[in-house]
Structures are given as structure tokens and as C-alpha cells.
């Protein structure tokens, strides 16, 4: 049994909502944590940088009245995902901010730094870092992070290429502590297997674009429902961090998504696009392999109650217990 901080203790159902670049927005934080999982947006969401303080005082105060009115179905924390490469200028002022509400989790991705994990602890927060293999993951915790987030392949955005089973039995042989699965899960099977492996949570994100309250372009909803894991492409063309995209949002970008180029990796550009480059995440769009089980645009609620209903299946038929 994993040790989990209070934080994590009080997350009605085992699932993460990724912070997805663009996309994540105070609404569906707000409906993810009312469903009973964790929902998440990342800092750089808000432009300009003072909208965080209004987003941040917009989720705390409506999950604050909606568990006052429901002491019975309390909803799930909060989290804020920080980019902590050296290309965020904004790490500082956003991270001030977090302190200001004391964000209960953060999400630190592309580097690990003590002195951002030792932020976060000096208000009680958790930190969770994101991690491809077994090497950073034993940085992270070295560095101060209380969990982490294994990238398995097949996730959304940048994601490693590491089997899920191989990652998180190679991280479960040191760590204890909480540890998030992502890669591929859309189905309350495959949230169950992801405990079954020996992780705490499923982190779910490419599922939550194609709902009503993602601020994510209707077309690229509907691509999502309409797609497979077939029209995915892994290329570091757009960011130089290999990634997973849609092809067909590649194709509407005039380019050959199964004759991509290899992008220069100390070129990082996160914000995506360079010169005639299309631009990452707002033209070509991040996206996992499991999208084949995404059947329509719903609403955030309703996406968590298929999820828990195909994970209470799952359980009946392999006679295993709540």
C-alpha cells in the first residue's frame, strides 16, 4: 500500500485529470473536482500572467461553497501544473501566486528543482513530478518531490516510450510513495489496471480535450471522437521533445504526418512554432493513444461517471472488491 499525503488521501476516485496546455481552463478544474478526481490546468494557462490569480480565486472560492452545501460529496483537490524549464519566466510569479492560495498539489514537469519543492511543502502542498523512465524518477525524489507521474507510451503530448508495465514495476521496486500512471487510459479498465500494476492513480488527459467544458476547438473535439490510436504520430518536429499528435491536424497543416523531419532538441519551444513551423497544441494538436474509446463530447461529469461505472464492471468481473 502506497504512503499517501493527506491531499491524496481525499480524491474519491483514483484518477488525475492532466493539465493540458491550452485546453485546461477554471471550469473543467471545477467540474473534474466535483466528479470526484482531481482536475488540473497548467499555470501558463492564464494570459496574462494576472488572470492566475483570478482562476485561482475562482476555483478555490467554488470548491470552498461547494463543499460547505455538500459535506457529504466533497470534491477532489486542486492541482497547478509548473513548467519549471529555464525557458518559463513567469515560474516565479506563477509559483507566488500558487502560495497565495496554497495550492494543495503541484505539478512540476520538465526538470526537477529542490528549491520549487521546497516552496510548495513551505504551504503544505504536494509536489508530483512527471517522469519517462526510472532514471529521472529517482532524480525527482532525490530533488524533493513527494510522487510522481510515469509518462508511459502512447500518452498525450510529450510522452515517453517506456511499456507502462516496465516503468511502474521498475519504480515500484524503490518507491512507495504516490505514483501516477499515464498512457493511453480512457476506459475504467484501464484505470483499474493501473492499479493492478501498482499505481495509486490513472492520469487521464487526451479523454477530458473532447468535453464540453475543455477550451479546446470544437474541431479538434470532434477529431478526437472520430480517431483512433491509428492517427497518431510521434515526432519531436514541433517542440523537440518527441510527442504524440493527431495526424489529421498534421495533414491540415500541409505536412505528411508519416514523413515528419526530426526537429534539433536543443532547440526546445515548448510555446511551439517557429517562423513557418506550425504551432504545437494550438495547430497541431497533442493527443494519446487511447482516444479510440472516446465516443462523443460529454460533459466532464459524465465522462467520470462512464469511467467509474466501466471500472465497477471490471471489478465484477474479476470478482475483486471495491
Known sequence: MSKLPPALQRVPLPIIG???????NPKLVIAQCIAGVVGSMPALNARPASQLDEWLAEITETLAAW???HPEQKAAPFAINQIVHKSNDRLEHDMQVCAKYKVP???????????VNDAVHSWGGVVLHDIINNFFAKKAIEKGADGLIAVAAGAGGHAGVKSPFALVQEIREWFDGPLALSGSIATGDAVLASLAMGADFAYIGSAFIATDEARAAEAYKQCIV????????????FTGVHGNYLKPSIRAAGMDPDNLPESDPSAMNFGGGEGSKPKAWKEIWGCGQGIGAVKAVLPAAELVARLQREMQAARQRLGVQA
Open 226 to 237: 472520430e480517431s483512433n490510436s491509428d492517427d497518431i504520430v510521434y515526432s519531436n518536429l
Open 105 to 115: 498539489i503541484v505539478i512540476t514537469s520538465l526538470g526537477a528543482r529542490t528549491d
Open 67 to 69: 463543499d460547505r452545501d
Open 18 to 24: 492532466a493539465p493540458l496546455f491550452i485546453i485546461s
